[in-house]
T-cell receptor, first 117, second 111 residues
């Protein structure tokens, strides 16, 4: 399978706990994005990496959220001291920008559904 | 603020007929518009896109129309098939390949 892979698919945690999600992008894609989707809404941008550099963060990404992409391959999104309002689907996407061309298509993974009790 | 708006949250259509989904946007700086399809418990899947310098793009049963002066785009699915039953998201690109999404339209195709 050469698509975007996300683990785990589901995560149930208690309020106040820390959680970490992993995303493996399509191997030749140098751009990686995290989005969050809540019920009845479209996905909302959280943060973006080009290779290993985190270039942009949304104001939705509070101090409790941190994302990394060591070596420009897989990425992790960690949420510390989870709150009930963090319950959502966390989506990872990747795209390529090779030779100056901009590929407008983002390829999404199946997401991690987080439930904070 | 919702930069991409999709009204009429749900649409039911008979198999074989046309499905038309509408999308309005507010930001003139968007340079690409995309439609994504989403099944339950899966991530969005790219369907079709259109550059802001064009007014139509067609791919098989799917056609997207863009009216820049009205800041409006639409997706036509002809003929509709039961497998098309899904949530459809309109998205617009800005900045570093970031996408702003609408809230989605639920399409149900009745066999």
């Amino acid at each position: 399978d050469t698509g975007v892979s996300q683990n785990p698919r589901h995560k149930i945690t208690k309020r106040g706990q820390n959680v970490t999600f992993r995303c493996d992008p399509i191997s030749e894609h140098n751009r990686l994005y995290w989005y969050r989707q809540t019920l009845g809404q479209g996905p909302e941008f959280l943060t973006y990496f080009q290779n290993e550099a985190q270039l942009e963060k949304s104001r939705l990404l509070s101090d409790r959220f941190s994302a990394e992409r060591p070596k420009g391959s897989f990425s992790t999104l960690e949420i510390q001291r989870t709150e009930q309002g963090d319950s959502a689907m966390y989506l990872c996407a990747s795209s390529s920008q090779l030779g100056g061309l901009r590929d407008e298509k983002l390829f999404f993974g199946s997401g991690t559904q987080l439930s904070v009790l | 603020d919702q930069q991409v708006k999709q009204n009429s949250p749900s649409l039911s259509v008979q198999e074989g007929r046309i499905s038309i989904l509408n999308c309005d946007y507010t930001n003139s700086m968007f340079d690409y518009f995309l439609w994504y399809k989403k099944y339950p418990a899966e991530g969005p899947t790219f369907l079709i896109s259109i550059s802001s310098i064009k007014d139509k793009n067609e791919d098989g049963r799917f056609t997207v129309f863009l009216n820049k002066s009205a800041k409006h785009l639409s997706l036509h699915i002809v003929p509709s098939q039961p497998g098309d039953s899904a949530v459809y998201f309109c998205a617009a690109r800005y900045g570093n390949n970031r996408l702003a999404f609408g809230k989605g339209n639920q399409v149900v195709v009745i066999p």
